[in-house]
């Protein structure tokens, strides 16, 4: 878990990525509670929501865009979720990057 206690005891979640240029970005949004519990039931809440954001859809190149085509006028149900990792794995997959570095 990416969880990060400010000095005044308020716990964030930061997450850090490498941009392609190979700088550094830090994202740090607040969890607004100094309860570590609390803390991760809110980390585990927002990847969750993250990882539920629908998709856009991407027409063909060969499909007419008219009224002629009636097909893509309908509503398209959505797929099944996408396959997201439980948090007990990402837990794991970060605790042995810490053990490593």
């Given at each position: 878990?990416?969880?990060?206690?400010?000095?005044?005891g308020?716990?964030?979640?930061?997450?850090?990525?490498?941009?392609?240029?190979?700088?550094?970005?830090?994202?740090?949004?607040?969890?607004?509670?100094?309860?570590?519990?609390?803390?991760?039931?809110?980390?585990?809440?927002?990847?969750?929501?993250?990882?539920?954001?629908?998709?856009?859809?991407?027409l063909?190149?060969?499909?007419?865009?008219?009224?002629?085509?009636?097909?893509?006028?309908?509503?398209?149900?959505?797929?099944?979720?996408?396959?997201?990792?439980?948090?007990?794995v990402?837990?794991?997959?970060?605790?042995?990057?810490?053990?490593?570095?």
């Amino acid at each position: 878990m990416n969880l990060w206690l400010s000095p005044h005891g308020i716990w964030y979640y930061r997450n850090v990525t490498t941009l392609s240029c190979g700088r550094r970005k830090e994202i740090k949004q607040s969890l607004r509670t100094r309860d570590k519990l609390c803390a991760r039931h809110k980390v585990a809440q927002l990847l969750a929501c993250v990882r539920s954001r629908p998709t856009s859809t991407v027409l063909s190149v060969g499909a007419p865009e008219g009224p002629a085509n009636q097909e893509s006028s309908k509503p398209v149900a959505r797929a099944a979720k996408p396959f997201a990792p439980r948090l007990s794995v990402l837990s794991d997959g970060y605790q042995k990057g810490q053990a490593l570095s």
